[in-house]
């Protein structure tokens, strides 16, 4: 195998990308760089995963064809400036960060026929469950457009979409984990407010969350198909559905997923 990637950036996503491609062997540990300047993470990274690693990326903008870039926005427009000048015709520009649109990449770097493709993946990534949303520029063919794709796909799930529409894809599913995580907590303390230790009611929670996903999954039914499945006349679920329904749980979602999307605007928002 002699085909390179580089992670400029070596915290959790790029950890669980560089997870997921080399398991699906998609890329050998020795074809894979990371360029990160703390000294914790880049140990971690040789140890756990045999790839090479450097406190600078010059080795990587060398040796590598597709980068990702996986730093935080607030980050970005310094790494862009440093490194603009090792940026060539030949890289394909791989960016993670929340909200920075692609005219941000071509505008910072300064260079004609920049090829970039915007990623929006989420943390279930981690467990090689992730879901991602890939857009591109008008710089990059349809077969790297594929190269990119395989990348994700090693840790979940990928949709392509139009850029106009990855803002939405961040308040989805970019920061939906937060929001499952917090209707999870929030289950597990009240199985503890009935009566229930933590320890029981964080198995049942659990498990009743992601049963309920598989069910939705495999089955092909609509949710309310299958949460009219649950609710038998007079029961229990139809009386907790009613306190949902009168706190106006849907618009309460549809609220923070729009905050959310307000929020990945705004921080597209850039000099």
């Known amino acids: 195998m002699n085909k390179f990637i580089g992670f400029v950036g070596g915290g959790q996503m790029a950890e669980a990308?560089?997870?997921?491609?080399?398991?699906?062997?998609?890329?050998?540990?020795?074809?894979?760089?990371v360029s990160e300047p703390n000294d914790f993470r880049r140990e971690h990274?040789?140890?756990?995963?045999?790839v090479h690693t450097s406190?600078?990326?010059?080795e990587l903008f060398r040796r590598c064809r597709i980068v990702i870039l996986a730093v935080k926005p607030q980050t970005m427009k310094a790494l862009l400036e440093e490194c603009r000048e090792r940026v060539?015709?030949?890289h394909i520009l791989v960016t993670v960060a929340a909200g920075l649109p692609i005219s941000f990449y071509q505008k910072t770097v300064g260079r004609e026929g920049?090829?970039?493709?915007?990623?929006?993946?989420?943390?279930?990534?981690?467990?090689?469950?992730?879901?991602?949303?890939?857009?591109?520029?008008?710089?990059?063919?349809?077969?790297e457009l594929l190269e990119a794709e395989e990348i994700f796909l090693a840790v979940g799930e990928v949709v392509l979409l139009d850029e106009v529409h990855l803002d939405a894809v961040t308040g989805l599913s970019g920061s939906g984990p937060a929001y499952v995580f917090s209707f999870v907590e929030?289950?597990?303390?009240?199985?503890v407010k009935s009566g229930l230790t933590r320890a029981v009611s964080e198995k049942l929670t659990l498990q009743t969350v992601s049963g309920s996903v598989k069910l939705l999954k495999e089955s092909g039914e609509h949710p309310a198909a299958l949460r009219g499945k649950v609710t038998s006349p007079g029961g229990t679920a139809i009386t907790a559905l009613h306190v949902l329904e009168k706190a106006g749980f849907h618009g309460m979602i549809m609220d923070i997923v729009e905050s959310?999307?307000?929020?990945?605007?705004q921080l597209g928002q850039v000099e």
């Open 260 to 265: 959310a999307v307000v929020r990945s605007r």
């Open 114 to 143: 920049l090829k970039v493709i915007r990623a929006m993946p989420n943390t279930p990534a981690l467990v090689l469950e992730g879901a991602t949303a890939l857009s591109r520029n008008g710089h990059v063919s349809e077969e």
């Open 55 to 58: 406190a600078d990326n010059h």
């Open 88 to 90: 060539g015709e030949q």
């Open 45 to 50: 990274l040789e140890k756990t995963y045999a």
């Open 186 to 191: 929030a289950l597990i303390d009240a199985g």
């Open 17 to 33: 990308l560089i997870r997921g491609v080399i398991a699906s062997g998609l890329y050998h540990s020795d074809n894979i760089l």
